[in-house]
């Protein structure tokens, strides 16, 4: 069930399989991706999670993609838009309030680090006001941290016409950790000038379906979790 194709009267227990549905929403962010990755690539990717989501089980309902999340740190390069930690948390808050009661609860496919503080407070408000909302990020052991081999993969498998494969190159390959203290100073841009922290080289969509695949399974075991 996509949301943006049914009518009201579809929104019943009955038309989920006799339960009550839950609202999967893909969250992503509108940010520079080195210069071979599309701006909207976190977006592309939750959105392709949270369908799969709701195409492997009938109690989901797939929300419209929120495209444009907290993006504070690459406003360095052109083209980012943001809307900031404060402004997330409400709307996504919003977004769980007027769901309810037809939704038992809402499962958030998070596809930015840079959400991640927002969505915790605004998850920490919906359990206080007695609401569901269960956070997803996105995430795989060894995944690199931004426009590397990871990212540039799963574009690749999932819309390769938009890779610029040509233009993609090595940024800072530093372990994101040992980078946090100079980004929080200075942006992605002071410590990687083409917006890149990883490595592209050698991506490839074969290398994106497995990727793909892996993703998949963990949202939906997440899924399967909140609704037991």
């Given at each position: 069930?996509?949301?943006?194709?049914?009518?009201?009267?579809?929104?019943?227990?009955?038309?989920?399989?006799?339960?009550?549905?839950?609202?999967?929403?893909?969250?992503?962010?509108?940010?520079?991706?080195?210069?071979?990755?599309?701006?909207?690539?976190?977006?592309?990717?939750?959105?392709?999670?949270?369908?799969?989501?709701a195409d492997a089980r009938p109690r989901a309902a797939l929300a419209p993609t929120l495209p444009i999340g907290a993006s504070g740190e690459h406003a360095g390069f052109p083209g980012t838009l943001?809307?900031?930690?404060?402004?997330?948390?409400?709307?996504?808050?919003?977004?769980?309030?007027?769901?309810?009661?037809?939704?038992?609860?809402?499962?958030?496919?998070?596809?930015?680090?840079?959400?991640?503080?927002?969505?915790?407070?605004?998850?920490?408000?919906?359990?206080?006001?007695?609401?569901?909302?269960?956070?997803?990020?996105?995430?795989?052991?060894?995944?690199?941290?931004?426009?590397?081999?990871?990212?540039?993969?799963?574009?690749?498998?999932?819309?390769?016409?938009?890779?610029?494969?040509?233009?993609?190159?090595?940024?800072?390959?530093?372990?994101?950790?040992?980078?946090?203290?100079?980004?929080?100073?200075?942006?992605?841009?002071?410590?990687?000038?083409?917006?890149?922290?990883?490595?592209?080289?050698?991506?490839?969509?074969?290398?994106?379906?497995?990727?793909?695949?892996?993703?998949?399974?963990?949202?939906?075991?997440?899924?399967?979790?909140?609704?037991?």
């Amino acid at each position: 069930m996509r949301l943006t194709d049914a009518t009201w009267p579809d929104i019943n227990p009955q038309t989920f399989g006799g339960a009550a549905p839950v609202l999967v929403l893909p969250i992503g962010a509108l940010e520079q991706h080195g210069p071979h990755l599309p701006l909207d690539t976190d977006a592309v990717t939750a959105t392709a999670v949270a369908a799969a989501v709701a195409d492997a089980r009938p109690r989901a309902a797939l929300a419209p993609t929120l495209p444009i999340g907290a993006s504070g740190e690459h406003a360095g390069f052109p083209g980012t838009l943001s809307i900031g930690s404060d402004a997330l948390r409400q709307l996504v808050v919003e977004v769980v309030r007027s769901s309810t009661p037809a939704f038992s609860a809402v499962m958030v496919v998070n596809g930015h680090g840079g959400n991640v503080d927002a969505l915790r407070s605004a998850a920490d408000l919906c359990t206080a006001e007695g609401r569901t909302l269960l956070l997803h990020h996105l995430g795989l052991p060894g995944m690199d941290a931004h426009a590397g081999r990871t990212e540039t993969s799963l574009m690749l498998h999932l819309t390769p016409e938009r890779v610029r494969l040509e233009h993609a190159e090595p940024g800072n390959t530093t372990p994101v950790r040992e980078l946090f203290a100079e980004m929080k100073a200075h942006g992605v841009r002071g410590v990687s000038p083409n917006g890149v922290l990883g490595d592209p080289t050698g991506a490839s969509a074969a290398e994106g379906a497995d990727l793909f695949v892996r993703l998949r399974g963990r949202a939906t075991a997440a899924f399967d979790g909140l609704t037991g």
